[in-house]
């Protein structure tokens, strides 16, 4: 069962969903709202986002649906909602690792997957912070929309429709783990091109090779390649 649910305004659709899925049958359970106040990233992070600007969604899987690893779906999750969005935005769009997706350069979305148990039933909570309408971002130099990177207004009530439509189809036929990390590799970020790291405080050069089925990058730096988990490597430019 998919049902897409909405909230006027909330601290967090992540936090909210468990209020929704009240049933035995609820797979796949989404809730969206454009206020959301207390948006959480990934690993701790704030995710702001401006109200009546951007979508705020959560879809909730039951994980008895899901048969690869952890760290797989985490990337076919990604994977997902970058196409989605290179379907809307008709441009090419790109995953950073390990699950930002970048639009002509810049953040547009930023994605925290959760595993919760909720009523006897064990569910992956997806939340990505959409940037949709919004202008201005301040310092946050690196931060971008759907409207600043293509120039078109989209409905955010349609979008929230057309992704729980989107996601909940593509979730339903999950591809083998080689294809997903395949397709990962294929569409991320400055892959094979040289970038500036900051590693231990220090900044390096270096060149993304490839995320591997363990969630770790591969990089090949001055000294040799080397592998990072999130947090231990900063790609800066």
């Known amino acids: 069962m998919s049902q ?4 006027k305004e909330c601290s967090s659709t992540n936090d909210e969903i468990s209020k929704f899925l ?5 797979d796949f359970i989404g809730l969206h709202t454009f206020n959301q106040t207390k948006g959480r990233g990934q690993y701790g992070n704030v995710w702001t986002q401006t109200a009546g600007k951007n979508l705020a969604y959560t879809l909730a899987v039951n994980t008895q649906n899901i048969l690869c690893s952890d760290f797989i779906f985490n990337y076919y999750t990604a994977i997902i909602i970058r196409d989605f969005l290179a379907k809307m935005a008709d441009h090419d769009v790109k995953i950073k690792w390990p699950n930002d997706i970048i639009l002509k350069g810049k953040k547009i979305v930023g994605i925290l997957i959760e595993k919760k148990k909720i009523n006897r039933n064990n569910y992956f909570i997806i939340g990505a912070g959409i940037n949709v309408l919004q202008d201005k971002f301040d310092e946050i130099s ?3 929309s759907l409207l600043t990177q293509t120039g078109k207004e989209f409905s955010l ?5 057309q992704l729980q439509e989107f996601l909940t189809e593509k979730l339903r036929n999950i591809p083998s783990e080689e294809e997903i990390l395949n397709e990962f590799n294929k569409n991320l970020f400055r892959k094979d091109e040289i970038s500036v790291f900051e590693i231990d ?19 090949e730096l001055e000294s040799g390649m080397r592998s990072f988990y999130h947090k231990q490597i900063k790609l800066l430019y």
């Open 142 to 144: 690196s931060a971008g």
């Open 4 to 7: 897409l649910f909405y909230l």
């Open 22 to 26: 009240l049933y035995e049958n609820s």
């Open 157 to 161: 009530e349609d979008l929230a429709f």
């Open 201 to 219: 405080k220090e900044r390096q050069n270096g060149i993304i090779r490839n995320a591997d089925p363990q969630g770790e990058l591969w990089v």
